[in-house]
């Protein structure tokens, strides 16, 4: 398990943590992206990228954070607590450069939104695997849910 954390910019700006497995041919894990702006929600996106040659992928899923928790929700949730036309993108294109230390990355989002990221790897804490399965169990399971009764 690794982490890595920096900044990103472009359209809204803010830090972002990205805790990963690399023990596969696939990165495999989340982004956490904490926005600087407290009108604009925080989101979590899930991560599986080839582990080797060119770094392109499109994110599995993108759910927005509960400002008070910090835990993944639906947006029909958590759009009462920002501002109208706030919307939330379904899922990111990813480009990048990486090494052992940096990975550099680019996203649009299906919304046409751009960000640029730039990480320093850093050591995982203990636990931190256990508590990705743990969130990512939750979000599948509420995904299930909301296939089988759509709005």
Not at 73 to 84: D, Q, R, S, T
Request: glycine fraction near 10%; include cysteine; aromatic fraction near 8%.
């Amino acid at each position: 398990m690794s982490q890595w954390r920096g900044s990103y910019s472009g359209a809204g700006s803010g830090t972002v943590t990205l805790e990963l497995d690399e023990q596969s041919a696939q990165w495999l894990g989340q982004a956490t992206l904490r926005s600087a702006d407290p009108k604009v929600p925080s989101l979590l996106a899930g991560i599986a990228a080839p582990a080797e040659g060119e770094l392109a992928f499109r994110t599995p899923w993108i759910a927005p954070l509960h400002p008070e928790t910090g835990l993944p929700e639906p947006w029909e949730k958590l759009h009462g607590l920002f501002e109208a036309g706030v919307r939330i993108p379904l899922y990111a294109d990813i480009t990048g450069q990486r090494s052992r230390t940096r990975l550099r990355l680019a996203l649009t989002t299906n919304l046409g939104t751009h960000i640029d990221c730039d990480l320093v790897r850093t050591d995982a804490p203990p636990g931190l695997l256990a508590r990705w399965r743990a969130v990512l169990g939750r979000w599948r399971r509420w995904r299930v849910g909301a296939r089988a009764h759509p709005t």
